[in-house]
């Protein structure tokens, strides 16, 4: 089979495509066909080396998402899978082998049915970035009627929180860093957009807040962003954090108390499965109902897997960046 790989750390330039061997079947797997891999930052951090790989590692297979069908299934798991539409999630997380292949092996319970009027394309923008936004929004229970700010509204994840919160009765406002970006949250349903590069974040918040601040925010970075809560927050306030650039955060400690404000740290890949379960069937019927639209920058073909590492790395992609296999 075709697969893209990388045997050492680096820029996108150490991706190749080679032949491999079909994937053997374990216990409790799939095997899945293949139609479309999605690129995520986090996969493209781990092929520059800032993040950690398991050791022992000769080769990487990257990407944690993609969409395909199930062409065989391992000890325990029912045949009658076989033939399915499937959309993957955290795939090489822990492993080697990801979704850059013709073929890859999956978890069973990480193949997620894929409803038959969504294409392998937009499945492929799932995993990760989707799990992620739907944990951000959901985690600190109902936000009806509530004021959401989400930080980073033109990201995969960003873009899709929008979605999420405007589907469960949330105003939404989203901070960007350009005009294109803009039109790109405003897409996604975003009440009110702030170009934070232009625009006083903490300012434009307290005028669209008449003051309160939001009720829950969704952060991208905490470690460029944990200065400004405080200012940001209404009392009693929540905040989802699932991404930070740098190990370490200076918080605003008083004002934080002062405020009783909340934090919900996650990491993705490791949600407990009661939560990943309650992810897919909520999000199967937000899909099932059009009140969720993946939103595609680029398709590209598996050859060109360095360009489409090098679209994330660089940030010029506005939306998902995804393979066709």
Do not use: C
Request: glycine letters at 10%; zero cysteines.
């Amino acid at each position: 089979m075709k697969a893209a790989v990388y045997t050492e750390t680096g820029p996108a330039d150490v991706l190749k495509i080679i032949d491999l061997p079909k994937p053997e079947l374990g216990e409790g797997q799939v095997l899945v066909r293949i139609h479309a891999s999605g690129v995520n930052p986090s996969d493209t951090k781990t092929r520059s080396g800032a993040f950690p790989l398991p050791d022992g590692w000769d080769r990487i297979v990257p990407h944690n998402d993609g969409a395909g069908v199930i062409e065989a299934v391992g000890l325990g798991v029912p045949d009658s899978r076989i033939g399915e539409r499937v959309w993957l999630h955290t795939t090489q997380w822990g492993g080697y082998d990801g979704t850059a292949a013709e073929y890859a092996l999956a978890r069973a319970d990480r193949a997620i049915r894929l409803l038959d009027t969504v294409s392998f394309e937009a499945g492929a923008t799932f995993g990760v970035p989707l799990l992620t936004a739907w944990n951000a929004v959901t985690m600190n229970g109902s936000v009806e009627g509530k004021t959401l700010l989400v930080q980073g509204g033109a990201g995969a994840v960003g873009n899709y929180a929008i979605q999420i919160a405007k589907a469960k009765g949330a105003r939404v406002i989203a901070t960007v860093s350009s005009e294109a970006k803009a039109d790109a949250a405003r897409s996604a349903g975003a009440d009110m957009v702030i170009d934070y590069r232009t625009e006083d974040v903490a300012t434009r918040v307290a005028e669209q807040t008449s003051g309160a601040g939001v009720d829950h925010l969704i952060e991208v970075n905490l470690s460029a962003n944990a200065q400004k809560l405080g200012d940001l927050m209404a009392p009693m306030g929540f905040v989802a954090v699932y991404g930070s650039d740098e190990l370490t955060a200076e918080m605003p400690a008083i004002l934080s108390l002062v405020k009783q404000l909340s934090f919900g740290f996650f990491l993705v890949y490791d949600l407990p499965r009661e939560t990943l379960d309650r992810a897919t069937e909520d999000l199967t019927t937000l899909l099932a109902d059009s009140r969720i639209e993946p939103f595609i920058a680029e398709t590209l073909p598996l050859e060109n897997v360095a360009e489409a590492h090098r679209l994330v790395d660089d940030g010029r992609a506005i939306g998902n960046v995804v393979l066709r296999v």
